[in-house]
């Protein structure tokens, strides 16, 4: 057990956002870092993943995982290295998974952690073959269900989820139609994700692009951000169309939220909406790498990264995701893997 | 082939309804009842039902099914006793069901038609043992699932789909909820359909009485209303709670339907919103039948009808269960049995 002797910095709450978070709302502690105890492992962070989930927690409210109170470390999933291990599957070197909190070292049971293979990315753990691309694969394979011919939209496409979720319904054989924030985006995700089309929700007619791109109405929607895009593809939804409900960034920053769509055609076009939460599938995330990993091997499930440099920059980030000034899947790189 | 030279009245569709649908928006029209041809068979009709769903056919727009038209005949289900047949399986004085309309005779193919046994009473195959009761079994077993124990609120609960929909949900051993308009109707729900305990819709507190009455969240709904009382209920929806779409009775008279509820909470509780029409699931009637028989028989499975006397009487009818007058299953005595 040796070289824990040194400082972490954790990113704190301070006090909760009023609309889009700001710097000020976090700060950063210095501590020395604990002695492992029994089973646990010291990793020293490498990569950070940047989630919208993590406004909700922001919020005095729970939902389906606690709030983060005043002064405790913020939450989230990183790519870690081992530099002290207490838990003998685990051993110096290693690069690991799992939820280890905005720091720059984290000491974890070695049971909530998972190894990196050899040959994979390690930032991949965190986006493509991570949360987000299990859940891609959880809300297109268990709810929208995607029948050759059918047409898919996936909004917020070009972004963590979005972009995995509209891959995997392509190889369904579906007609894929996108929608992302501004011509560059859309375009990536056309040229680059192979979409059938993408529509940009800033374009002044919506409701008509959408309609265009999607002649044969909508089957099935995988919903990433709610507000007035939500509107527009539940108004050209088919009999019997299929809504993942993953989230609706566009209401996260908000205190109150707005009304939504009236229900009635979920009735008359017997429509089914699905909320769903990756946490509550766990056996999904290792079934979608084994899967996806052959994928990202070779080239044929396409990724992209937005990295940003410094603990100190995951704040800034976050208030980024909700504004959708990512692009691609966002990570903090927090230190370089040696070697 | 004999005894059809008779006339039969028809109520066609005069002008499509603005509002409430109103007597002057219907017609009676005469006419010489024409002979069957090959496989057809004659029928003098007994009971003629009257159903929610039937507002969203006077609309211009189509919505799951085609819009009736001007000078059209009204479609509805109905009871009647075969008067001729050229359909071998039917013979004079066959009681039968099927969708034979808004008139006192009907020549209808004999493969639309299905006997009525002997010991049934024949207008429980137009309610609990018909195409409402076959709904309340599809919402009830193959959407919201209730678990022994779970809570399941049902709107509309002294309906002829909500009342099937609590009974089935008790077998299932949940704790069941009606919601109900009027003091009467919510005495009889929980007296006679044996439910929980029934909410008066009109109640000041709506929320604070579902609160009370379902101390554990709400587990399942069966939605037969919409508006405030979709609102009230989604706020108190349980983690993975699911949600049968049947009807939203309180706007099919609305021009313009209202704002819905937010849809936040379907993500952050992994809610289940499922829109279904009974006849997109046509073996399930049959199936109901079967089951459900033996428990009309011994009166273990308990309903009500309103009955009002002459097809006269349909069009106000019609208002009259959009507006919740009815109390029970609405029907039309267009004819009485002989013998």
Chains 1, 2 share one sequence.
Not at 83 to 94: H, K, N, Q, W, Y
Not at 120 to 130: D, N, W
Not at 141 to 170: D, F, L, N, R, Y
Not at 319 to 333: D, P, S, V
Request: aromatic fraction near 6%; include cysteine; proline fraction near 6%.
């Amino acid at each position: 057990m040796s070289g824990t002797n040194q400082l972490r910095q954790s990113v704190v709450l301070k006090r909760r956002p009023k609309g889009e978070p700001r710097v000020e709302d976090f700060e950063t502690v210095t501590e020395r870092l604990p002695e492992p105890g029994a089973g646990e492992v010291v990793t020293r962070t490498l990569w950070l993943s940047i989630d919208p989930y993590m406004r909700g927690r922001l919020r005095e409210e729970q939902t389906y995982a606690a709030a983060i109170q005043i002064g405790e470390v913020m939450t989230g999933e990183s790519v870690g290295e081992v530099i002290a291990s207490a838990d003998p599957r685990f051993a110096v070197g290693d690069i690991v998974v799992g939820s280890r909190g905005w720091q720059t070292h984290s000491v974890t049971p070695g049971d909530r952690l998972v190894k990196i293979p050899h040959g994979v990315h390690p930032s991949t753990y965190l986006g493509v073959l991570g949360m987000p691309g299990a859940t891609a694969y959880a809300g297109v394979t268990e709810i929208i269900k995607p029948k050759k011919g059918e047409t898919i939209v996936v909004s917020a496409a070009s972004g963590a989820v979005g972009s995995v979720a509209g891959q995997i319904a392509k190889r369904a054989g579906a007609r894929v139609v996108g929608i992302a924030g501004g011509a560059e985006k859309c375009l990536w995700v056309q040229d680059n994700l192979g979409f059938d089309d993408c529509i940009d929700h800033r374009s002044i007619d919506l409701a008509r692009e959408l309609r265009t791109a999607c002649p044969n109405g909508i089957d099935g929607y995988f919903e990433n951000v709610g507000g007035a895009v939500q509107q527009a593809v539940f108004d050209q939804l088919n009999r019997h169309a299929r809504v993942a409900m993953c989230g609706m960034v566009s209401q996260y920053n908000e205190a109150e939220f707005p009304p939504g769509p009236n229900l009635g055609f979920v009735v008359g076009k017997a429509v089914l909406i699905q909320g769903f939460i990756v946490s509550d599938r766990p056996e999904r995330l290792p079934e979608w790498r084994k899967l996806a990993t052959p994928w990202v091997a070779d080239g044929s499930l396409v990724y992209r990264e937005d990295i940003h440099d410094g603990l100190e920059r995951a704040p800034e980030a976050l208030a980024g995701i909700l504004g959708g000034r990512n692009f691609g899947k966002l990570l903090i790189q927090v230190a370089y893997q040696k070697g």
